[in-house]
């Protein structure tokens, strides 16, 4: 049986977050380019790369990307989106990633983490961000805050987008935030039926990252609460953006 990262990142994913804007995306990549203070040409790899948002937004910044992703709808989207080839993309499990070593830095955005049932699973992504990171090189984990996101969370909601009955509800169990998504086609002549898809990420704190970051080769030294230098606070800040570099 396929794992629900593999199914709900299609189609229906491009509707649920037709939301996310290319503009939002330029203005995060230059907060992350000001806490990376990466030279014009560096290598960076944009880990879960979706559809490419911050992909283009970095290349177009000057710097030499590579997106990975697992799913061929969102590359297929990405590869749309950059008509003139100019990111490099390429479809990988994070765990294994398809690459060598040599990037300067790896962004992993919109917490594209925490997505398997093992403890060790997260550890093998961990440590093959430290193995295509060259000596030093740096990385951003742009994760969610787990003590906001408990505290925040909106159990149900539900709206019509494109003909599209979109119902989302959410849950904490068992150390991870859980989303249920069901998508209806409102047409009253269709006899299609509902599609329902899992999102599902273990809510790590700050003090788990620090320990398996150390534990796979990578220091942590900055936390913020959001782009544009945030203080990243425990109990209110809704992201727990982490950059730091391999040892």
């Given at each position: 049986m396929a794992e629900w990262y593999e199914r709900s990142f299609g189609e229906d994913y491009l509707l649920v977050y037709k939301h996310r804007d290319v503009q939002g995306a330029k203005r995060e990549v230059h907060t992350m380019i000001s806490w990376l203070d990466l030279p014009v040409g560096a290598k960076v790899l944009d880990l879960c790369c979706g559809m490419g948002r911050h992909s283009m937004a970095l290349v177009e910044a000057g710097y030499e990307v590579t997106g990975v992703d697992l799913s061929d709808v969102l590359l297929r989207e990405a590869r749309k989106n950059d008509p003139n080839g100019r990111v490099t993309w390429l479809k990988g499990d994070m765990r294994q990633l398809p690459l060598e070593s040599g990037f300067d830095a790896v962004v992993n955005l919109f917490s594209s983490f925490g997505y398997f049932e093992e403890d060790t699973e997260h550890i093998k992504v961990l440590q093959e961000i430290r193995r295509v990171l060259k000596p030093g090189g740096q990385f951003i984990i742009d994760f969610l805050n787990p003590a906001y996101t408990v505290e925040h969370l909106v159990p149900r909601s539900e709206r019509v987008d494109e003909g599209q009955h979109i119902t989302e509800e959410r849950s904490i169990q068992n150390g991870y935030v859980k989303k249920n998504i069901t998508v209806r086609n409102m047409d009253?002549?269709?006899t299609d039926e509902p599609r329902?898809?899992?999102?599902?990420?273990?809510l790590y704190n700050r003090e788990d990252f620090t320990e398996m970051l150390k534990s796979s080769g990578l220091q942590l030294e900055h936390v913020?609460?959001?782009?544009?230098?945030?203080?990243?606070?425990?109990?209110?800040?809704?992201?727990?953006?982490m950059v730091g570099r391999s040892l």
């Open positions: 009253s002549g269709t329902h898809y899992l999102e599902r990420i273990k913020y609460g959001g782009y544009g230098d945030i203080p990243y606070e425990p109990e209110t800040s809704p992201r727990m953006i």
